[in-house]
């Protein structure tokens, strides 16, 4: 998704107006706010998980930001947030987790700035397991909990496997990053793991109950299926069949037959 202060979306059927609020402490205000009638130029929303599986992995989110910076005046760093709003309803909403600063480029032509941030997730990777400081016994929740306050983040995790408690600890080195431990987690409680727009972490299980929003039956596909033989006229050699075709003649006619 995209807002933009130029050309995309900005037609007399459909314009998409967009905000972000930048933090560069701790505090709950923002230091400054964005907009497309000033700096604001674009922002876009990337999702990322993992293809190959149902549970057991983390969404992490990544932002990439326009700024018009044209008398250098903005002062944007490494660890500084932006929280990223669309219009709906005449209101500046948000479904999006805040995006920590990862990288800043300045565009030397035109004093645009290009900034690359992500969600709480994307951090992960630089923490390991002794940094949470867990006594033994504790449960899954207790481990789940602890990686959420080191990352700044609360938590939601209704699985009741959660609950299953470790009397001797789990099987984690001090050096398991953080990220693997979470993974870990949700693959323990079948659940997938995000932060929402809450700043909160979410280990959420599919839902087995809801009704299917397609159902394919048979008078929906068919099968392919030829009885007879297939010719082909003009052939010059039968290496161009493939390796796994033979040649054979029938009337003067060459007909190709698959081994398998």
């Not at 007399?12 to 130029?41: A, M, Q």
Request: hydrophobic content about 35%.
């Amino acid at each position: 998704m995209t807002t933009d202060n130029t050309h995309v979306w900005n037609s007399p059927s459909r314009r998409i107006e967009g905000k972000v609020e930048l933090f560069t402490s701790s505090t709950n205000s923002p230091t400054n706010t964005f907009l497309s009638t000033d700096h604001l130029k674009s922002f876009s929303i990337e999702r990322v998980g993992e293809d190959s599986k149902f549970f057991g992995f983390g969404i992490c989110q990544k932002t990439k930001i326009e700024l018009v910076d044209n008398y250098r005046e903005l002062e944007i760093v490494k660890g500084h947030k932006f929280k990223n709003y669309l219009k709906s309803g005449g209101d500046f909403i948000s479904a999006f987790p805040s995006f920590i600063v990862d990288s800043v480029n300045r565009d030397e032509n035109n004093n645009n700035l290009t900034i690359t941030a992500y969600d709480a997730i994307y951090g992960a990777s630089a923490h390991v397991f002794s940094e949470l400081n867990l006594s033994v016994p504790y449960t899954i929740r207790d481990v789940a909990a602890a990686c959420a306050i080191l990352l700044g983040l609360s938590l939601s995790l209704e699985a009741t496997e959660a609950d299953l408690s470790y009397s001797k600890a789990a099987n984690f080195e001090d050096t398991t990053i953080i990220r693997d431990v979470l993974n870990d987690i949700a693959e323990a409680t079948l659940t997938i793991y995000y932060v929402d727009s809450n700043n909160t972490l979410v280990f959420k299980r599919l839902d087995k109950t809801v009704e299917a929003l397609l159902t394919v039956g048979k008078s929906a596909y068919f099968t392919l299926k030829s009885e007879k033989a297939q010719t082909i006229t003009g052939l010059v050699s039968t290496t161009e069949l493939g390796d796994n075709l033979s040649a054979g003649t029938d009337t003067g006619v060459i007909q190709y037959i698959r081994d398998n």
